[in-house]
């Protein structure tokens, strides 16, 4: 009982009062035809945790890989009390890298993870708040040094970014017409977790990722945001409805895909829709025909402020070593047949 306090103390404040307006039903998620060439995933605190694992199980599958405020790769290895004590604080020590290497070089020889050389070619982004005090920014650290041990030129590929007097979210550029009530104090948190640090991390994140970007006007996304069925991609853990941001003409087909993972207590349960329309994604996005994915987690007993499962929650409750952060997991499956949903051709086109 005291870990689950802990764990839901990390997600600190519920962050905006307003309930969701009422909306018509969620839709089927649709097929757009988006590029599979260059795809990212993206995540901030917990969703950094699962962003990482879907980029090693499948890297085949994404050219860049953006993380803020998380640690490395299989830090918890299906233990809560790891989880919390290694991987959010470090009151245990900091996880083992050797031992990490070893669980990855055994999912390798079963076939748990993607290809080493698809891997080595990623392009990735890191981001910690020196103020951090929900992930501690020495994980930040350690994860930069593992993918430094995995790319193939860590120089070349690999940018990592440390803000001073940030404390854990995703900051967000001074000017924006994000609503005050959305916004958290930048060395605090708290609240919605989206910083007023004055960094675009969605733009210094993209930019890295997917070079030659046009950066959007002051004030402008245009295109729509739209909410979806996620029943179709059944998996413990995920909200009934995920969010699609969709630019113009991108129904047609040929736009690139983003998938955007928020962090403990960021989904649209506990703070409606601030980071789904004030991440500083879509506005990159409409100017650089990139869709937008925003699948949601959900609230429960067991995950209390609605984290994307990196510790091994969603997975059967008799595994010994459940395999959240491989091929195998339950809600990497369900996000990928998302991005798979998204990539197949209209219907009738």
Same mark, same amino acid.
């Given at each position: 009982?005291?870990?689950? +306090?802990? /764990?839901? @103390?990390?997600?600190?404040?519920? $962050?905006?009062?307003?309930? /969701?307006?009422?909306?018509? %039903? %969620?839709?089927?998620?649709?097929?757009?035809?988006?590029?599979?060439?260059?795809?990212?995933?993206?995540?901030?605190?917990?969703?950094?945790?699962?962003?990482? =694992?879907?980029?090693?199980?499948?890297?085949?599958?994404?050219?860049?890989?953006?993380?803020?405020?998380?640690?490395?790769?299989?830090?918890?290895?299906?233990?809560? &009390?790891?989880?919390?004590?290694?991987? !959010?604080?470090?009151?245990?020590?900091?996880?083992?890298? @050797?031992?990490?290497?070893?669980?990855? *070089? $055994?999912?390798?020889?079963?076939?748990?993870?993607?290809? %080493?050389?698809?891997?080595?070619?990623?392009?990735?982004?890191?981001?910690? &708040?020196?103020?951090?005090?929900?992930?501690?920014?020495?994980?930040?650290?350690? /994860?930069?040094?593992?993918?430094?041990?995995?790319?193939?030129?860590?120089?070349?590929?690999?940018?990592?970014?440390?803000?001073?007097?940030?404390?854990?979210?995703?900051?967000?550029?001074?000017?924006?017409?994000? %609503?005050?009530?959305?916004?958290?104090?930048?060395?605090?948190?708290?609240?919605?977790?989206?910083?007023?640090?004055?960094?675009?991390?969605?733009?210094?994140?993209?930019?890295?990722?997917?070079?030659?970007?046009?950066?959007?006007?002051?004030?402008? #996304?245009?295109?729509?945001?739209?909410?979806?069925? *996620?029943?179709?991609?059944?998996?413990?853990?995920?909200?009934?409805?995920?969010?699609?941001?969709?630019?113009?003409?991108?129904?047609?087909? $040929?736009?690139?895909? #983003? !998938?955007? /993972?928020?962090?403990?207590? !960021?989904?649209?349960?506990?703070?409606?829709?601030?980071?789904?329309?004030?991440?500083?994604?879509?506005?990159?996005?409409?100017?650089?025909?990139?869709?937008?994915?925003?699948? =949601?987690?959900?609230?429960?007993?067991?995950?209390?402020?609605?984290?994307?499962?990196?510790?091994?929650?969603?997975? #059967?409750?008799?595994?010994?070593?459940?395999?959240?952060? #491989?091929?195998? $997991?339950?809600?990497?499956?369900?996000?990928?047949? !998302?991005?798979? +949903?998204?990539?197949?051709?209209?219907?009738?086109?």
């Amino acid at each position: 009982m005291k870990a689950v +306090r802990h /764990l839901a @103390a990390a997600g600190l404040c519920l $962050g905006l009062s307003s309930p /969701l307006a009422a909306q018509e %039903p %969620p839709a089927e998620l649709p097929r757009l035809g988006v590029e599979r060439e260059d795809v990212s995933v993206l995540g901030v605190s917990s969703g950094g945790y699962m962003a990482t =694992q879907l980029a090693v199980a499948w890297p085949e599958r994404f050219s860049g890989l953006g993380v803020a405020a998380a640690g490395p790769w299989a830090c918890a290895r299906g233990s809560l &009390g790891l989880a919390l004590g290694q991987c !959010m604080t470090t009151r245990r020590g900091l996880p083992d890298p @050797a031992e990490l290497e070893i669980r990855y *070089q $055994g999912y390798r020889q079963r076939e748990l993870v993607g290809d %080493p050389e698809a891997l080595a070619a990623m392009r990735v982004f890191i981001w910690h &708040g020196a103020e951090d005090d929900t992930v501690a920014p020495s994980l930040g650290h350690a /994860l930069a040094e593992q993918f430094r041990n995995w790319l193939a030129s860590p120089d070349d590929q690999l940018k990592f970014m440390e803000s001073e007097q940030a404390g854990h979210g995703w900051p967000l550029a001074a000017g924006t017409d994000t %609503p005050v009530e959305a916004l958290a104090d930048c060395h605090g948190g708290g609240g919605t977790h989206l910083l007023a640090c004055d960094l675009d991390i969605a733009g210094e994140m993209l930019g890295w990722l997917h070079s030659d970007l046009t950066p959007p006007e002051p004030g402008e #996304s245009q295109g729509k945001l739209v909410r979806f069925d *996620q029943s179709d991609f059944d998996a413990r853990g995920l909200g009934d409805t995920g969010y699609l941001f969709v630019p113009p003409g991108c129904e047609d087909g $040929g736009c690139d895909l #983003s !998938m955007a /993972l928020h962090g403990c207590a !960021m989904d649209v349960e506990q703070i409606d829709e601030a980071f789904v329309r004030h991440s500083g994604l879509n506005e990159w996005a409409a100017t650089n025909q990139r869709v937008v994915l925003y699948p =949601q987690a959900e609230t429960s007993l067991a995950n209390p402020q609605g984290c994307w499962d990196w510790w091994g929650f969603a997975e #059967s409750t008799w595994q010994l070593d459940p395999l959240h952060d #491989s091929r195998q $997991g339950s809600q990497t499956g369900a996000l990928m047949a !998302m991005i798979e +949903r998204l990539q197949q051709t209209p219907e009738g086109r």
